[in-house]
């Protein structure tokens, strides 16, 4: 039989055993955790490069285009510049309009406007007064209700279609 010392012993020996086992096992899985806690924190890095170089690009873009811009304002500033001293050299050459009571009361202007409402009342007075004895089919100025004068051109079409002789419609309808 064994002794109480030999018991002991190996039942030290055989916790050795298991308690060495529990730690090989944990040992790995803290070696695999280490592993993939690597390859993400690789990846990550290799995302963030990606990302500060695009970061980096687009920063570099909006510099170029706040130089274009700065570059058009400046040119700007020089055609409004250049407008301003070409609207000052055209006020200076051009003649200075008359006054607006001139303009509006020179003798030409009255006589014109008197001629006009003269020829336009006389005009109306023998409408009325040659109403009744003119023709039927005839207006107040003699010619036929359906000529027109030779100086005066058709009207236009204001149906906003095409004239029938265009389309091959015979009834005048348009499209």
Known sequence: MLTAV????????????AGTGVAVYVMLKA????????????????????LIDRANAAIDSAGEQIARTETVTASMAGVSAAMTELGGHLTALAPTPPADTEARGGPLT???AVAYGLRWALGTRWAASTAGQREP??????????????HSRPAPDRGGGRRAALTGRGNGTTR
């Open 110 to 112: 009255w006589a014109a």
């Open 6 to 17: 030999q018991v002991a012993a190996v039942a030290a020996a055989a916790a050795f055993v």
């Open 137 to 150: 089919g005839r207006q107040a100025n003699g010619r036929p209700a359906h000529s027109r004068p030779a």
């Open 31 to 50: 070696a695999r955790l280490m592993s993939q806690a690597s390859a993400t924190v690789a990846a990550l890095r290799e995302r963030g490069d990606l």
